[in-house]
Each structure stands twice: as C-alpha cells, then as structure tokens.
C-alpha cells in the first residue's frame, strides 16, 4: 500500500509561481505524476516522471511546469515536486499526485487546490 501525501497549492496572481510536493510513504513506486481537475472538467495528465528518469509534459504546460523528484534511501524520501511557473487563470485546478506501485496498482493523493486569480 502506497500512501501520497500532497502540499504546496494556494492562491496565486497570474503570472505567479507555486511549488507542490508530494510524498510517497514508500519507494515500491515507478512513475510518479501530476494530474488536475478543473470544476465541471474531466480530470487531465499534467506531468510524468518515470522511473527511468523520463520526464512528459503536457502540452498545455510545457516550458512554465517543472516536474522533478527526489528519491534518497538515506533520507526515506520518495519525493516528486511541480514547479509551476507563469501560471495562468485556466491553470486553476485540484491537483492530484499519482503513483504506479510496484504492485502495478494505481496510487492518488487527496488533491491540493491551486487557484490562480488577480
């Protein structure tokens, strides 16, 4: 069992930045992802980081998002980051962290809310 753990998301001016965390309680995990939810909108692939070190963007976010991730045994962190800059109104959203256990199962964390507004 896979828990995630988000933070990070806020109110931000267009324009602004905002870095969300999410935390694996476990390294049985192989890619991990970013996906939001607009209100009344289906839920959308953000951001991938795989296992191998690949990295997928969005079209839609390409060259403003950042995704990175932190994996120290030493540390027992399992960490992946979305740096997201330049952000618009339309990137308004519940951000939901996603993990592919080792398991091959399906991992989500409880969602941040983004909210970007002058």
């Known amino acids: 069992q896979v828990q995630l753990v988000e933070s990070g998301g806020g109110l931000v001016q267009p324009g602004g930045s905002l870095r969300l965390s999410c935390a694996a309680s476990t390294f049985s995990v192989n890619a991990m992802a970013w996906y939001r939810q607009a209100p009344g909108k289906e839920r959308e692939w953000v951001a991938t980081?795989?296992?191998?070190?690949?990295?997928?963007?969005?079209?839609s976010v390409k060259g403003r998002f950042i995704i990175s991730r932190d994996i120290s045994r030493d540390n027992a962190k399992n960490t992946v980051y979305l740096q997201m800059n330049s952000l618009k109104p339309e990137d308004s959203a519940v951000y939901y962290c996603f993990a592919k256990g080792t398991d091959f199962r399906d991992y989500w964390g409880q969602g941040t809310q983004v909210t970007v507004s002058s």
């Open positions: 980081f795989t296992s191998g070190g690949s990295i997928l963007y969005a079209d």
